[in-house]
């Protein structure tokens, strides 16, 4: 499924709790998650220091960030399966939180590992 502009202007101007939201919802539905990519993931850091791994809900929300630090990445996709049984369990055990839709001018969410797939599984259970 393709987002056109519209859609992308309207969710990216949302406070960071409701893109997460819309994050769950989206993932669900159409079950692809996505993060940047250039011979590695794209990383980022919170204030404390603490390493964040990037990820939105489509490609076109993923390419919006590619200037400025991540500038050279390209949107790369992986099932959601992936993302919940490989990805998000590593990142929990190497100590780094999933950083929910972030856009040009805002860091996004970044919950626990444990609190993405709990919201998660619940939304599946929509399906």
Same mark, same amino acid.
């Given at each position: @499924?393709?987002i /056109?502009?519209?859609?992308? $202007?309207?969710?990216? !101007? *949302?406070? +960071?709790?409701?893109?997460? /939201?819309? #994050?769950?919802?989206?993932?669900?539905?159409? $079950?692809?998650?996505w993060? *940047?990519?250039?011979?590695? %993931?794209?990383?980022?850091?919170?204030? $404390?220091?603490?390493?964040? #791994?990037?990820?939105?809900?489509a490609?076109?929300?993923?390419?919006?960030? !590619?200037?400025?630090? %991540?500038?050279?990445?390209?949107?790369?996709?992986?099932?959601?399966?992936d #993302? @919940?049984e490989e990805l998000?369990?590593? *990142?929990?055990?190497d100590?780094?939180?999933? +950083?929910?839709?972030? !856009?040009p001018?805002?860091?996004?969410?970044?919950?626990?590992?444990?609190?993405l *797939?709990?919201d998660?599984?619940? $939304?599946l259970? /929509?399906?």
């Amino acid at each position: @499924m393709k987002i /056109n502009k519209k859609q992308i $202007e309207s969710v990216i !101007t *949302l406070p +960071g709790q409701k893109r997460y /939201n819309s #994050f769950i919802k989206i993932v669900a539905d159409w $079950e692809e998650v996505w993060g *940047l990519y250039q011979n590695g %993931w794209a990383l980022a850091a919170i204030d $404390e220091g603490k390493q964040v #791994f990037p990820v939105w809900p489509a490609k076109e929300y993923a390419q919006l960030c !590619t200037d400025k630090e %991540w500038g050279g990445y390209y949107p790369q996709s992986f099932s959601l399966k992936d #993302f @919940m049984e490989e990805l998000l369990p590593n *990142l929990k055990n190497d100590g780094v939180l999933p +950083g929910v839709f972030y !856009t040009p001018s805002d860091k996004g969410i970044t919950p626990t590992v444990d609190q993405l *797939l709990a919201d998660l599984n619940k $939304e599946l259970e /929509n399906y």
